[in-house]
């Protein structure tokens, strides 16, 4: 029998490609979402789900005490960084204290590793491009967020000895991705306008710049990091390479979909203009994938999302600081 792996987050779009990577390789895998940017499809009918929230100690702690997990990967978080900054309780609530909740249980049964998705958003600006060893500088609540939990489980690891492994994933896309959230995920979101009829709408002049990850670049790696002794109690950058500007993304975008490109331009919202990161690091310790072009991705999620059809877009409910908010995130 296989070892037994907590998934938080497992019905999301990475956690639910993580899923299928860990039973692949012959994970026993209990999954915990509450579904609130998830769905319960996306998650493989091998893995045992439960719908709850990592805000719930009780239920946590249930859950360590009846399975007996040796490995966690924890993904659940909301991860709209420009939101973030007008539900700031709502971000550390859900993001940081949730956290710990799971590193509490962890601790307390023996977990033999704690995987945890962190983001490029612990850097911050002007580090180009974002490497390891350099200084984290979080311009925003989420990114605050994940340098804190970074930083409980270097603390965790020196008190308890229990072992961790950290990965700052960055813009990746593909299938399953939540394409009904206006806040995240601009490769949905543009595609759920083309989709809609509905102009492509970009923040600012455009130019700002990303690295656009392909899911099955990233969750595969992650998923065999356990086996690899040596990435324990390390953090890794993990994603594409090659940083495209959001008018480029949203061109290649409207290709993909088989339309004209209909941009319009919105006013510059506060955010870092350009972020990438190096991955020397994770092809040093466990190797990489093929590498998927940002052509041929968009081209697979764009089947995908032509399958899926256009989805309605809900607002946010619990705004805590409408100052400087949007205006196109007020919008219904």
Same mark, same amino acid.
């Given at each position: 029998?296989?070892?037994?792996?907590?998934?938080?987050?497992?019905?999301?779009?990475?956690?639910? $490609?993580?899923?299928?990577?860990?039973?692949?390789?012959?994970?026993?895998?209990?999954?915990?979402?509450?579904?609130?940017?998830?769905?319960?499809?996306?998650?493989?009918?091998?893995?045992?789900?439960?719908?709850?929230?990592?805000?719930?100690?009780?239920?946590?702690?249930?859950?360590?005490?009846?399975?007996?997990?040796?490995?966690?990967?924890?993904?659940?978080?909301?991860?709209?960084?420009?939101?973030? $900054?007008?539900?700031?309780?709502?971000?550390?609530? *859900?993001?940081?204290?949730?956290?710990?909740?799971?590193?509490?249980?962890?601790?307390?049964?023996?977990?033999?590793?704690?995987?945890?998705?962190?983001?490029?958003?612990?850097?911050? *600006?002007?580090?180009? #491009?974002?490497?390891?060893?350099?200084?984290?500088?979080?311009?925003? #609540?989420?990114?605050?967020?994940?340098?804190?939990? +970074?930083?409980?489980?270097?603390?965790?690891?020196?008190? !308890?000895?229990?072992?961790?492994?950290?990965?700052?994933?960055?813009?990746?896309?593909?299938?399953?991705?939540?394409?009904?959230?206006?806040?995240?995920?601009?490769?949905?979101?543009?595609?759920?306008?083309?989709?809609?009829?509905?102009?492509?709408?970009? !923040?600012?002049?455009?130019?700002?710049?990303?690295?656009?990850?392909?899911?099955?670049?990233?969750?595969?790696?992650?998923?065999?990091?356990?086996?690899?002794?040596?990435?324990?109690?390390? %953090? !890794?950058?993990?994603?594409?390479? %090659?940083?495209?500007?959001?008018?480029?993304?949203?061109?290649?975008?409207?290709?993909?979909?088989?339309?004209?490109?209909?941009? %319009?331009?919105?006013?510059?919202?506060?955010?870092?203009? $350009?972020?990438?990161?190096?991955?020397?690091?994770?092809?040093?310790?466990?190797?990489? +994938?093929?590498?998927?072009?940002?052509?041929?991705?968009?081209?697979?999620?764009?089947?995908?999302?032509?399958?899926?059809?256009?989805?309605?877009?809900?607002?946010?409910?619990?705004?805590?600081?409408?100052?400087?908010?949007?205006?196109?995130?007020?919008?219904?």
């Amino acid at each position: 029998m296989g070892s037994k792996v907590l998934v938080t987050g497992g019905a999301g779009f990475i956690g639910s $490609h993580l899923i299928d990577d860990l039973l692949e390789l012959g994970y026993n895998v209990v999954c915990l979402d509450d579904l609130s940017g998830g769905y319960r499809t996306n998650v493989s009918d091998q893995a045992e789900f439960v719908q709850g929230s990592v805000v719930d100690s009780q239920l946590v702690n249930r859950l360590f005490m009846e399975h007996h997990f040796d490995y966690v990967f924890h993904l659940a978080a909301y991860a709209a960084e420009g939101l973030s $900054h007008f539900i700031r309780h709502f971000t550390y609530s *859900t993001n940081l204290i949730g956290s710990v909740n799971l590193i509490n249980a962890s601790v307390k049964n023996g977990v033999k590793c704690f995987v945890f998705t962190s983001s490029i958003g612990v850097y911050g *600006t002007n580090q180009l #491009p974002m490497t390891e060893d350099m200084m984290p500088s979080p311009e925003d #609540p989420y990114g605050i967020s994940k340098l804190a939990v +970074e930083l409980d489980l270097r603390a965790a690891h020196r008190m !308890f000895g229990m072992n961790y492994i950290v990965f700052r994933p960055h813009n990746v896309y593909g299938e399953r991705q939540n394409i009904a959230d206006r806040y995240r995920n601009v490769v949905g979101i543009f595609m759920n306008q083309v989709l809609k009829g509905e102009a492509m709408t970009v !923040f600012g002049d455009g130019e700002q710049t990303r690295a656009f990850s392909y899911v099955k670049d990233v969750t595969p790696v992650i998923a065999r990091a356990l086996k690899y002794p040596k990435a324990y109690n390390e %953090v !890794f950058n993990i994603g594409a390479d %090659v940083p495209y500007t959001v008018n480029q993304l949203a061109r290649q975008i409207a290709e993909a979909m088989g339309v004209q490109p209909n941009i %319009v331009h919105l006013q510059r919202r506060d955010e870092v203009v $350009h972020a990438y990161s190096s991955h020397q690091k994770v092809w040093q310790y466990l190797g990489a +994938e093929h590498g998927v072009s940002l052509t041929a991705g968009l081209a697979c999620m764009a089947k995908w999302v032509r399958q899926c059809g256009a989805r309605g877009i809900p607002t946010f409910q619990n705004i805590e600081i409408s100052i400087n908010l949007p205006q196109v995130w007020l919008e219904d």
